[in-house]
């Protein structure tokens, strides 16, 4: 189920274009979803009726295995990625909501 949804959801335009010029070939997400390293936490947002609208990732940069953030990372620190992935839920204050 989530799988198909973070596919779906990286696919579409308003993703695309806060992500810029990422290589979406270099993520795979049946392979990620499959991994849990403890340096990263990756979770579905949902409305209080459940429904699904975004993604949410937090790691430690520090950790993280491409040091992606550069080298120099202090220990402890956190770096976020987030998607409101359902267009309908844009602008109503969830992504504030998912940083609390």
Not at 6 to 19: G, K, N, P, T, Y
Request: glycine share 6%; net charge negative.
């Amino acid at each position: 189920y989530d799988l198909d949804l973070l596919v779906d959801w990286e696919q579409r335009e308003h993703i695309r274009a806060s992500i810029g010029d990422y290589d979406f070939n270099e993520w795979t997400w049946s392979k990620e979803l499959s991994r849990n390293p403890p340096w990263r936490y990756q979770l579905i947002a949902t409305t209080e009726e459940e429904i699904p609208i975004g993604f949410i990732q937090i790691i430690d940069p520090k950790e993280e295995e491409t040091h992606y953030w550069g080298e120099d990372c202090p220990p402890n620190s956190r770096a976020i990625d987030m998607w409101i992935g359902e267009e309908d839920y844009l602008r109503k204050g969830y992504g504030t909501q998912m940083l609390k």
